[in-house]
């Protein structure tokens, strides 16, 4: 096939696997789209063109998933439009890198063996995979796993995580592609090139998986104020979402209510005189607890991005946000140029270290904030063991991206961390999506987005650890990492031999 040709099939088939995820459920559309790459990657007679075609599927999956990083920058950052695409799209071109050594390391260990081939490819993916999500602070958004949460691969959630789904989802789609389905072998061939991945599903699928018990229920308030984020400062706007917040927060009537990432703006000590000192008194007392996004801290000691848990006859609790977002939250180093070109109050947050749980009536919240819970592996010990966690609640601020998909493929995200650790996961946010999620990944009461309201849900809280949650504590994500090095290894190995001999 002409090198132009395959070039177009490779930004097609990376454009098509973009709409694999949120808000459509494009589980068979992603392993379709990797089987084109791994079509044309196993038929590439270089190296070097399979590495271009890898970078140019994965500049399109990702530039068509995350262009609304522009709206951020320019919108709201007010960063010229050209230099905001440009942005967009150098981060695409560079984390699209991964694939394309990754597809070029596969062509140098091929053998040419439908069976082996598969499954070399599929560890070529994962390391990809891998590598994206953990160097330089990871950014694994639409990883491929997410496009399964509501596929027949979603029964390995709590086996393998996000990361095991994509490996087994790149393992399909490459059997169906060494096996023969463009090819000359046999469907003895293709059948044989299909079980091993096949098995895993179906074994997955058959053995009882409900590794959690519930731990009693309890009626949650999930706020979402709806505030533009160009208001978020203003002091035009600010007094009437203070008065908002202060009204939901003390009116509310269960025993737990959220309001999410900074939905107070200000610094304690900023705030209204006795606005905060009210809060605490209010929740000091009665049978309703309270976890409300706020920064903390001061010059001395820095600042954070955290969330407050006030609850009768406690001290108040603080959980700061550990994994902080690049040119949001921190600066990267050599990187002050860029922020300069921003107008929009970007800080250099401090880290957090504490992970303990925020308890209240026979329940422990983990708290996470914003895209953390893109990392599983980050939470995994808060699921094993004594004290462990029995609901995850997540407080973001999505505002920055305006009314784009952004909401949904972060829904989708918590979706399935819950699938992970089999633990509901309550969503307060912003501007959306505010939800309940039970343990089993599924949306029980939800706000639509970009409105302001007030989501009253039910919970069940969980205890007991998934698979997962169990391996991934004890030994993060290495054991998947050893898999694909060690599948890579072999196959360099056998490679050699055959050269040897």
Not at 344 to 358: K, V, Y
Not at 360 to 380: K, M, N, S, V
Request: aromatic share 12%.
């Amino acid at each position: 096939m002409p090198a132009a040709l395959d070039a177009l099939m490779a930004l097609l088939a990376g454009w098509a696997h973009a709409q694999a995820f949120a808000p459509r459920e494009g589980w068979a559309l992603q392993l379709m789209a990797t089987a084109v790459l791994a079509w044309r990657v196993m038929r590439a007679p270089t190296a070097w063109r399979a590495a271009g075609l890898g970078w140019l599927f994965g500049f399109a999956w990702l530039a068509g998933s995350v262009w609304w990083l522009f709206i951020s920058m320019h919108r709201y950052g007010g960063m010229p439009a050209w230099l905001s695409a440009l942005a967009v799209a150098a981060l695409s071109a560079a984390l699209a890198l991964y694939l394309a050594l990754a597809m070029a390391a596969f062509v140098r260990l091929r053998s040419g063996q439908p069976v082996l081939d598969a499954m070399l490819w599929a560890a070529c993916w994962l390391l990809a995979e891998l590598a994206r999500g953990l160097l330089l602070t990871g950014f694994p958004w639409v990883a491929a796993g997410y496009a399964h949460s509501d596929g027949p691969l979603a029964t390995l959630a709590p086996w393998v995580g996000v990361y095991g789904m994509g490996f087994v989802a790149a393992w399909l789609a490459a059997a169906v592609v060494a096996g023969g389905l463009w090819g000359r072998s046999s469907p003895r061939m293709l059948v044989a090139a299909w079980a091993p991945p096949l098995a895993l599903v179906l074994a997955a699928a058959a053995v009882p998986s409900d590794f959690t018990r519930a731990t009693g229920r309890f009626n949650v308030t999930l706020l979402q104020p709806n505030v533009a984020q160009d208001e978020k400062f203003s002091a035009e706007h600010l007094p009437a979402t203070l008065e908002w917040l202060e009204r939901e927060l003390v009116s509310a009537r269960t025993d737990l209510v959220i309001a999410p990432e900074t939905a107070i703006p200000l610094l304690p000590a900023q705030q209204p005189e006795g606005y905060w000192e009210a809060l605490s008194s209010h929740f000091s007392q009665g049978s309703t607890a309270a976890l409300i996004g706020v920064p903390l801290g001061d010059f001395t000691e820095g600042y954070t991005n955290s969330v407050a848990g006030l609850a009768p006859g406690q001290p108040m609790y603080r959980y700061d946000k550990i994994h902080l977002v690049p040119f949001g939250e921190f600066i990267p180093f050599g990187f002050r140029w860029f922020v300069d070109l921003m107008n929009m109050p970007l800080g250099d947050f401090t880290r957090g270290r504490e992970t303990r749980p925020f308890e209240f009536d026979g329940q422990r919240i983990r708290p996470t904030i914003c895209y953390e819970d893109l990392f599983g592996e980050e939470l995994a010990a808060n699921f094993v063991g004594e004290r462990q966690a029995t609901v995850i609640a997540n407080v973001s601020n999505i505002g920055w991206f305006g009314q784009t998909e952004a909401v949904d493929q972060h829904l989708q995200i918590s979706r399935l961390r819950s699938l992970e650790f089999q633990r509901p996961l309550v969503r307060a946010t912003n501007t959306g999506a505010t939800a309940v999620i039970d343990h089993r990944g599924q949306i029980t009461a939800a706000l639509a987005p970009h409105t302001q309201g007030v989501l009253v849900g039910e919970v069940e809280g969980r205890e007991g650890s998934t698979p997962y949650a169990r391996w991934v504590a004890a030994l993060a994500l290495w054991p998947l990492l050893a898999l694909a090095l060690g599948i890579m290894g072999a196959a360099a190995w056998r490679r050699s031999r055959g050269a040897g001999a």
